[in-house]
């Protein structure tokens, strides 16, 4: 995966100023356009490294393809479904997202909007503007001692829930992935959703946009809720179903909502706009000054340290990768991909199941990252696109190769305390293992047959299996490096086994021809790792 190389970088959408000063102090070179028709951004993201959007902007599967360059899409911002995901993930382009950037500029518009629903200050501000003075109009309700419903415990979901404690209010919530315990020390009550309907006076969502959260409100969420609800959805439009809520609003089923968001933006269908209890906003859920700069620094610093191999953060679709930048893991993922290459060039196949097994504490949670260099190694000289970290999983399983991850703190002496990494053909006899020596990935075994030193596993190499008693093969083979001017840079041979040896030879560069070695060895492959 070329991460050292991003150069150019777009920012397609309007941002804070910093963002481009940041990038371009990191060395990168910035073209800032925002408003871009749709043909306009496919001619402009061609030669493009990197592309930066906060929600304006679409990228779909035709950007992405016309995008020949393209390694990152950084979204300033949480969500990302104005990114077609999968389809960055198949092409191997990171997508990354600054989840904690406007968490704080979301959370106080979802109180204020709470606020507002309780005592319809919108409503009454516009009325004192045409004139009006009607106090017995906008009767509202106390905050205290009201039922709030958090649908959503991330980042925003608890800085809402704690706020509105301030009010008084009780806060009960849902969360597939927040533990109750967890939820608890922040002051709300977990509860299945069939007991959160009945229960609320307001409902606030804080959920991403899944087909699981698609109308989450919907008629008959509607229907279980305490009558007189007020729903408030600063998050995506299309959590609460539009349709269902105004029939909701127009049954008194639900008393108000609040919209920061809409499936359509703008909404074309003004009727949720123009219904009296509404209030709404165009999507101001991260337009304040605070937000936009901490947004724009922090999606510009993620792609510099990118460029530069400082790191990776704000991962979508690859989290493991995260880790991929640390310096001692780098080693082990170059280790990784040879140990792929080399058992798929040996076991003369890229399908069927490879076993991958971490070996040694050092490794327990490298299984995340290795397997897929693992895969790239495999499919690599394949008829797949580029292979990186970030797709290779995808485009193996595709390729009718099921990759799995097993992990074992015990590693083999002598050589196994910094851990050790094994791939195995499932089925066959076919395995490697090897090792990370200071920086440089090293092959221990190969096929049973252990080597007497480690071969180091980097540039040009030769693997070649003979018999024992074959002692030509070596004079054979400095033999036809000197007719071609390339030279032995290491050797290294394995153990017998059953009469027979591996070795494994370090070039100065490739061999366009092993016609002479080929009759005095059982196999001869080639490789530049």
């Given at each position: 995966?070329?991460?050292?190389?991003?150069?150019?970088?777009l920012?397609?959408?309007?941002?804070?100023?910093?963002?481009?000063?940041?990038?371009?102090?990191?060395?990168?070179?910035?073209?800032?356009?925002?408003?871009?028709?749709?043909?306009?951004?496919?001619?402009?993201?061609?030669?493009?490294?990197?592309?930066?959007?906060?929600?304006?902007?679409?990228?779909?599967?035709?950007?992405?393809?016309?995008?020949?360059?393209?390694?990152?899409?950084?979204?300033?911002?949480?969500?990302?479904d104005?990114?077609?995901?999968?389809?960055?993930?198949r092409?191997?382009?990171l997508?990354?997202?600054?989840?904690?950037?406007?968490?704080?500029?979301?959370?106080?518009?979802?109180?204020?909007?709470?606020?507002?629903?309780?005592?319809?200050?919108?409503?009454?501000?516009?009325?004192?503007?045409?004139?009006?003075?009607d106090?017995?109009?906008?009767?509202?309700?106390?905050?205290?001692?009201k039922?709030?419903g958090?649908?959503?415990?991330?980042?925003?979901?608890?800085?809402?829930?704690?706020?509105?404690?301030?009010?008084?209010?009780?806060?009960?919530?849902?969360?597939?992935?927040?533990?109750?315990?967890?939820?608890?020390?922040?002051?709300?009550?977990?509860?299945?959703?069939?007991?959160?309907?009945?229960?609320c006076?307001?409902?606030?969502?804080?959920?991403?946009?899944?087909?699981?959260?698609?109308?989450l409100?919907?008629d008959?969420?509607?229907?279980?809720?305490?009558?007189?609800?007020?729903?408030?959805?600063?998050?995506?439009?299309?959590?609460?179903?539009?349709?269902?809520?105004?029939?909701?609003?127009?049954?008194?089923?639900?008393?108000?909502?609040?919209?920061?968001?809409?499936?359509?933006?703008p909404?074309?269908?003004?009727n949720?706009?123009?219904?009296?209890?509404?209030?709404?906003?165009?999507?101001?859920?991260?337009?304040?000054?605070?937000?936009?700069?901490?947004?724009?620094?922090?999606?510009?610093?993620?792609?510099?340290?990118?460029?530069?191999?400082?790191?990776?953060?704000?991962?979508?679709?690859?989290?493991?990768?995260?880790?991929?930048?640390?310096?001692?893991?780098?080693?082990?993922?170059?280790?990784?991909?040879?140990?792929?290459?080399?058992?798929?060039?040996?076991?003369?196949?890229?399908?069927?199941?490879?076993?991958?097994?971490?070996?040694?504490t050092?490794?327990?949670?490298?299984?995340?990252?290795?397997?897929p260099?693992?895969?790239?190694?495999?499919?690599?000289?394949?008829?797949?696109?580029?292979v990186?970290?970030?797709n290779?999983?995808?485009?193996?399983?595709?390729?009718?190769?099921?990759?799995?991850?097993?992990?074992?703190?015990?590693?083999?002496?002598?050589?196994?305390?910094?851990?050790?990494?094994?791939?195995?053909?499932?089925?066959?006899?076919h395995?490697?293992?090897?090792?990370?020596?200071?920086?440089?990935?090293?092959l221990?075994?190969?096929?049973?047959?252990?080597?007497k030193?480690?071969?180091p596993?980097a540039?040009?190499?030769?693997?070649?299996?003979?018999?024992?008693?074959?002692?030509?093969?070596?004079?054979?083979?400095?033999?036809?490096?000197?007719?071609?001017?390339?030279?032995?840079?290491?050797?290294?041979?394995?153990?017998?086994?059953?009469?027979?040896?591996?070795?494994?030879?370090?070039?100065?560069?490739?061999?366009?021809?092993?016609?002479?070695?080929?009759?005095?060895?059982?196999?001869v492959?080639?490789?530049?790792?």
């Amino acid at each position: 995966m070329a991460l050292g190389k991003l150069q150019k970088v777009l920012i397609s959408d309007s941002l804070d100023p910093c963002c481009r000063e940041i990038l371009q102090a990191g060395g990168l070179r910035v073209q800032e356009k925002p408003g871009l028709s749709k043909d306009e951004l496919l001619r402009e993201i061609r030669d493009c490294d990197g592309l930066i959007v906060r929600s304006a902007t679409k990228v779909t599967a035709d950007v992405l393809e016309a995008a020949e360059r393209l390694q990152v899409v950084g979204r300033a911002g949480t969500g990302v479904d104005n990114v077609d995901v999968e389809a960055a993930t198949r092409k191997g382009v990171l997508v990354m997202n600054t989840p904690t950037g406007n968490s704080l500029s979301a959370a106080e518009l979802t109180c204020g909007m709470i606020l507002c629903l309780a005592r319809q200050i919108p409503q009454a501000a516009a009325s004192m503007k045409e004139g009006k003075w009607d106090r017995k109009k906008y009767m509202g309700m106390e905050l205290n001692g009201k039922t709030l419903g958090v649908l959503g415990l991330g980042r925003i979901g608890r800085e809402v829930a704690t706020r509105m404690q301030a009010f008084g209010m009780k806060t009960i919530g849902y969360d597939p992935i927040i533990t109750p315990e967890a939820s608890a020390a922040f002051g709300v009550e977990q509860l299945p959703l069939e007991q959160i309907w009945p229960r609320c006076d307001f409902i606030t969502v804080h959920t991403p946009l899944l087909s699981s959260t698609m109308g989450l409100l919907n008629d008959s969420t509607f229907a279980k809720c305490r009558r007189g609800v007020q729903v408030v959805n600063c998050a995506r439009g299309g959590i609460v179903d539009e349709g269902a809520l105004l029939r909701a609003l127009q049954s008194g089923q639900c008393g108000g909502a609040a919209l920061d968001v809409f499936t359509q933006e703008p909404p074309k269908d003004r009727n949720l706009v123009n219904h009296p209890n509404v209030i709404c906003c165009p999507h101001l859920g991260a337009s304040t000054r605070e937000a936009q700069s901490r947004c724009g620094k922090e999606i510009a610093m993620q792609i510099v340290d990118m460029a530069t191999g400082k790191g990776l953060a704000g991962i979508v679709n690859g989290q493991a990768l995260s880790k991929a930048f640390a310096p001692q893991t780098k080693p082990w993922i170059a280790l990784a991909r040879a140990l792929g290459t080399v058992l798929h060039t040996v076991g003369k196949q890229a399908q069927g199941s490879v076993q991958v097994c971490t070996l040694g504490t050092p490794l327990r949670e490298a299984g995340n990252y290795l397997t897929p260099a693992v895969a790239m190694g495999m499919l690599a000289g394949g008829a797949q696109k580029e292979v990186t970290l970030v797709n290779a999983l995808l485009l193996a399983q595709e390729a009718g190769l099921k990759v799995t991850t097993t992990h074992g703190d015990v590693a083999p002496e002598p050589d196994g305390s910094a851990g050790l990494l094994q791939v195995a053909l499932q089925g066959t006899s076919h395995r490697a293992m090897g090792m990370v020596q200071g920086s440089t990935p090293v092959l221990r075994e190969l096929n049973g047959a252990t080597f007497k030193q480690p071969a180091p596993l980097a540039g040009p190499i030769l693997i070649y299996r003979a018999k024992a008693s074959e002692p030509s093969v070596l004079p054979t083979l400095i033999g036809l490096l000197g007719k071609v001017g390339v030279h032995l840079q290491s050797y290294h041979s394995s153990g017998m086994v059953a009469g027979e040896q591996w070795s494994i030879v370090g070039l100065s560069a490739p061999l366009s021809n092993l016609g002479e070695l080929k009759p005095r060895v059982m196999e001869v492959f080639q490789l530049h790792l």
